[in-house]
């Protein structure tokens, strides 16, 4: 199916916050490999005070399944970066929901702000604003 020449262009701020996607995507298989490591580091630990423990195979145990969930988390945001950037609606919807419990999620950081939570807060901000502006809905509604 050939499409007209304005249905192939896809706004800035969508191709922007298709990136921040991709972003959290990226940090979050980082966070995961970390928190694998972590906890094989601690299990080893705690293997070294008694050898099978109950302590030990919680800690490796836990630590998977943590590290599988958020893995899975950030491939949620690599998909909704790949939706974004073909302009699919559903991935508009997702990313709306992910960026409005990230401004919920954000909200503790207030008592303690740090520059990272601020960063984050204010792009998730834009993002919320931004797909539900009636322009940008109706472009992925083609």
Known sequence: MVYPQEALIRPVGVTFIAIYQFFRGGMGVLFALLVWLASGLTAKLASLAAEGNFVERLLSGTGRWIGLALLLYALVHVVLGFGLMAMQ??????????????????????????????????????????????????????
Not at 116 to 131: C, K, R
């Open 89 to 142: 609606n559903w991935a508009r919807l997702l990313t709306i929901v992910f960026a409005a419990v990230g401004i919920v999620s954000l909200l503790p950081r207030l008592i303690h702000p740090s520059p990272l939570a601020l960063i984050m807060g204010i792009v998730n901000g834009f993002a919320l604003v931004y797909l539900l502006a009636p322009p940008v809905r109706k472009m992925f509604d083609r």
